[in-house]
């Protein structure tokens, strides 16, 4: 299959405050050489605890956070190295789900013009035709288009976030950011919206980048799943093969803390591997593998050697001693 979206060695890195004036400037590296594929008509969810580079990746991969190195082939086109003017044009291919709809909607202005709004600032279609154009959205998303003249406050959450939904899709994208789309919403509501969602990818061929720390909701949404720890990948693969079989340790640590996915009899998440700690610090990531004082398979190579995303079992996993939960 084409590949829509391709991510090659993505970097991130942010500059610090030096200790002192003649110090170095310390960098942080928060995504470091990141590599994926998104196909055209799927969904990609990448998972991770806070602080794993999951968002930064995704926001750097359409140009809203700047890269340090990389390339972010769109439809055959590094969007890296696009000019302003080239990207703005690009926009309307790229589009974004905000995480917190009380925040992303402007309150002073009614839905219909925030909606429309994308429209106007590309300069596409008439005014009527941008209005027609509104009504459907709200239609397509289960809005009334007599709620169109009303202000952000007065919709519940679960409303305001097909409102966000409704402006994405203005500019007939073909690839959605979603950013936690429903972590600020109750659990009944997050359905709606999840399943609001993938009607829209089967009837718009719409290709998702989809960002959680949710398990449960990728594994409702997603055909494939990336695994991001300290900045890397560490396990990648379809939705099936990760969540049946998974092989880093890591990934078998967050399935086990996904409480939605405890109930099922799967072998991927039956009486796992258990880990303590915090992450490393990624002003100075260790040399070898970034999980492995936290790892309860830890040998004196992962200390010392990075591993490198490898064909195992049906996916790819990064870890000198991958396999299946050791159930003893």
Do not use: W
């Not at 950013?179 to 990818?201: F, G, M, T, Y």
């Not at 936290?294 to 064909?311: F, G």
Request: proline share 7%.
């Amino acid at each position: 299959m084409t590949a829509l979206l391709d991510v090659q060695d993505l970097t991130v890195r942010f500059a610090m405050p030096r200790p002192s004036f003649f110090a170095p400037r310390p960098y942080l590296e928060a995504v470091r050489q990141v590599s994926f594929r998104l196909e055209a008509g799927h969904a990609l969810g990448i998972v991770g605890e806070s602080g794993s580079g999951k968002t930064t990746t995704a926001m750097a991969a359409i140009r809203l956070v700047e890269a340090a190195s990389g390339k972010v082939v769109f439809d055959g086109q590094d969007l890296l190295q696009l000019s302003d003017e080239d990207m703005r044009q690009r926009r309307r291919d790229v589009q974004l789900i905000f995480q917190d709809p009380y925040s992303s909607l402007n309150p002073r202005a009614r839905v219909a013009d925030i909606v429309r709004e994308p429209m106007d600032l590309m300069e596409i279609g008439t005014a009527d035709e941008r209005h027609d154009r509104v009504e459907e959205l709200f239609k397509l998303v289960g809005l009334r288009p007599d709620q169109l003249s009303l202000f952000p406050h007065q919709f519940s959450g679960g409303q305001r976030q097909r409102i966000s939904i409704a402006r994405a899709l203005t500019t007939n994208p073909r690839l959605l950011v979603c950013d936690e789309p429903v972590s600020a919403l109750d659990v009944a509501i997050q359905a709606q919206i999840l399943n609001l969602l993938a009607r829209l990818k089967t009837e718009l061929n719409l290709s998702y980048l989809f960002i959680s720390h949710d398990l449960g909701v990728v594994r409702h949404v997603c055909d494939d799943v990336a695994v991001m720890y300290l900045g890397k990948i560490v396990e990648m693969g379809s939705r099936d093969a990760l969540f049946d079989n998974p092989q880093h340790p890591y990934t078998q640590a967050l399935l086990a803390a996904a409480p939605s996915l405890a109930r099922r009899k799967s072998r991927g998440y039956v009486r796992p591997l258990k880990i303590s700690g915090d992450p490393p610090s990624p002003l100075n990531p260790p040399k070898g593998c970034a999980f492995a004082d936290r790892c309860p398979r830890v040998q004196d190579v992962c200390r010392q050697v990075q591993p490198e995303l490898e064909t195992v079992s049906s996916h790819q996993a990064a870890c000198h001693f991958p396999g299946p939960v050791n159930h003893a």
